[in-house]
């Protein structure tokens, strides 16, 4: 990144000081456009992500980062199989009846549900997050485990 020494970043400090402190906006937006192109998701509106973490490996910090940022909706455990846990528990309601989410029907659907959420708006169309260039969650591996529903986790 402009005017630092390293080239690469090696860890949760650098991203936590690369997203609050950028050194300028076109270094912030270069690194969105390469998480972009990282995860190949050009085509949707929002850049999506996912971490992927062991408990206990501080993932719940870098989550608060995230959160906090102005640019990203973070949720998340959406597949703990306890509950479906998000910052924006607005987000789960999936029409306007009123119906929320559940963690039948995210198991039962987990596609159709990833895809409300990926879309970063509430039930009424609105954007969770003014200006919002990304959205993502967090999961652990037992998560999918223990719901089969792996195969949401492959690029396709």
Request: proline share 3%; charged share 25%; net charge positive.
């Amino acid at each position: 990144f402009e005017g630092t020494k390293r080239s690469v970043m090696t860890g949760i400090a650098d991203l936590y000081v690369m997203l609050k402190k950028p050194h300028s906006k076109q270094a912030r937006d270069r690194f969105l456009a390469l998480l972009q192109q990282m995860t190949g998701t050009q085509r949707y509106e929002l850049t999506r992500f996912i971490v992927l973490s062991w408990k206990r490996t501080g993932s719940n910090l870098l989550c608060g980062i995230l959160f906090n940022h102005p640019e990203i909706i973070m949720h998340n455990e959406l597949f703990n199989p306890i509950d479906i846990f998000s910052y924006y528990q607005r987000t789960l309601v999936r029409n306007e009846k009123g119906d929320r989410w559940n963690t039948l029907g995210r198991d039962l659907y987990p596609e159709a549900f990833l895809e409300h959420i990926w879309t970063g708006n509430d039930v009424s169309g609105d954007r969770i997050k003014a200006g919002s260039k990304a959205c993502g969650f967090k999961s652990f591996p037992d998560h999918w485990w223990e719901a089969q529903n792996d195969s949401i986790f492959q690029h396709k």
